[in-house]
């Protein structure tokens, strides 16, 4: 039931989390539905602010005390859950099974997604509070987007990396502490792929997550309409190319892993290497306004999983590919950007 869950929301990542091994798969498949059961209760316009902390908070107590959501559930219908696809709603059916697997975790690494949940989903709410202005929204500077990928997707990074640690507890110090310091890089990339991509689609649902910061003329209200689109494209190309140091320290963080922890490199080698491509597509292309997601041809994306996959064990193959990655976003981004 869970593997089918994960894979109904998201085809792609349920992919993924299928090159790990158990125990560590069935933690992450677990974990990525606590999450985007958060992420369902706080994207929903159709509950007010208040509503949407009681919501999280009492799924959190669920998950804690192994006790029924149900009851939760049925007493806010939420208008019908408005801004969510139907996937996402029926997600919500299956939230109390997801408890009952959850309470069958390590004792550790339940603690740990507790931990990492919460954090995600006070720091959401407090987003959602302190950056508010004329009815969207908005991220001051690249500062206050650090801050916002960290609650939204680097607190998946901490789960994921003490999970990790958990399996190869015999990696040498020096090797820990360089897999800690780099733990939120790829999520920070791969979350702010997310953004640049779909701009559109955050701001029709009130969102705009492009920095202030990064406009010479910013209007939240008109930022969609044909007098902005330079102004958009210049800011995403701004923030691809913020995010270049990330990049470079999310491919060490992937390199750092163990060679012989063949399904953690491809885990992480398969999502940075579409976030890359990604990046190098969006960044600066007019497509992103439009009203189609903009992604990589099917083809492309096959060709990346099965390089992916080939070269996970051997750095002398990993580097110099993801160097080439990068190398293709570098080309597309403007001097001065």
Known sequence: MISEQVR?????????IDQLREPLRREVQIAYLLFRLGD???????LDATEKTQMLDG?????REGSSYQDVLDARAAGDWADLTSGEKRLFEH???IIRAFGELDPAARDDLLAEAEAMFKGMARIQRDHRESGYVTLPDTDALEEYCYYVAG????FLTNRFLAQVHWLDPARRAQLLGARRSLALVLQVT???RDVRDDHEHGHIFYPRSLFDRFDAERLMTSEYEGEVLRAGQRMARWLQPSIRLASAYILALPKRQYPLRVFCAIPYAMACKTLALTAGNPAILGPRSVKISRADALVTMVTARSF????ILLGPWF????????????AGS
Request: avoid cysteine.
């Open 8 to 16: 109904a929301v998201s085809r792609s990542f349920g992919f993924v």
């Open 40 to 46: 369902n209760i706080e994207d929903t316009s159709s």
């Open 59 to 63: 799924l959190l107590h669920a998950f």
């Open 95 to 97: 939230t109390d099974g």
């Open 155 to 158: 607190t998946v990074g901490d």
């Open 194 to 196: 997310n953004i640049l």
């Open 312 to 315: 996970a064990p051997m750095n």
């Open 323 to 334: 160097r080439l990655l990068y190398r293709d976003l570098d080309r597309n981004l403007p």
